[in-house]
């Protein structure tokens, strides 16, 4: 069936440095959307992205969508405590919109 | 104040029992998800419905049972049939159907011993 695999699925860094997770589709998506989990929160939308090649930023956040539509990237710059929580990305089969395809998430820790 | 509502946040049962879980929402969303996350995974889809009174199967639907007998309402009840109940249910809304972000419920812990 199909897949969004994201790595790494633990990332351990030290306040000020980046931050970087992939997320890679077996299929074309029409979607990818990231969520973000803090520790024994629910997930929170952070943005969704639609177009072929997409750049959305927010803040010290930066998000891509593949030229192909099969995968997609996240990069915080400058990690701050507050960035501690399990990142998720979810797409939209681009022939099936019906459900979110969902990658295991990457947990990340911040030393402060 | 919009939102989804889960009920309880912590809930414990006896094996072998059947336990209902609660979601509501009032942001008049017609498309709703039962959602199941277990340590250090991902969120596995039980069920969805596009519409009050129309549901579908998830990845995981086996020993789980849903209603949408109201557009509010969405509620999970994990049956003495789920092999393995104990987990973090997750309850989430769209405005529908696909590309639309979701919004989740607090979430309820479910303990079966």
């Known amino acids: 069936g199909q897949q969004v695999m994201q790595i790494p699925q633990y990332q351990h860094v030290q306040e000020g440095e980046d931050f970087t997770t992939y997320c890679n589709s077996s299929?074309?998506?029409?979607?990818i959307q990231w969520y973000k989990q803090r520790p024994g929160g629910h997930p929170v939308f952070l943005i969704q992205?639609?177009?072929s090649g997409e750049v959305k930023k927010q803040k010290r956040l930066t998000f891509q969508f593949g030229e192909a539509k099969k995968n997609s990237s996240l990069h915080i710059t400058a990690t701050q405590t507050t960035d501690v929580g399990t990142y998720f990305c979810?797409?939209?089969?681009?022939?099936?919109?019906?459900?979110?395809?969902w990658g295991l998430g990457t947990s990340l820790a911040v030393n402060p | 104040d919009g939102g989804i509502t889960q009920s309880p946040k912590y809930l414990f049962r006896k094996e072998g029992q059947n336990v209902t879980l609660s979601c509501e929402q009032n942001?008049?969303?017609?498309?709703m998800y039962w959602y199941r996350q277990d340590p250090g995974q991902g969120l596995r889809l039980i069920y969805y419905?596009?519409?009050?009174?129309?549901?579908q199967k998830g990845d995981i639907a086996e020993g789980y049972s849903v209603s949408r007998e109201k557009k509010e309402s969405f509620p999970l009840t994990v049956t003495s049939a789920q092999k393995n109940p104990t987990a973090f249910y997750l309850c989430?809304?769209?405005?529908?159907?696909?590309?639309?972000?979701?919004?989740f419920g607090q979430g309820t812990r479910l303990t079966v011993v």
């Open positions: 979810a797409g939209h089969n681009a022939g099936n919109n019906r459900k979110l395809i």
């Open positions: 989430a809304s769209s405005i529908v159907v696909g590309n639309t972000e979701a919004f």
């Open positions: 942001l008049n969303h017609d498309a």
């Open positions: 299929t074309t998506l029409s979607n």
């Open positions: 992205l639609v177009k």
């Open positions: 419905s596009q519409i009050v009174n129309d549901f």
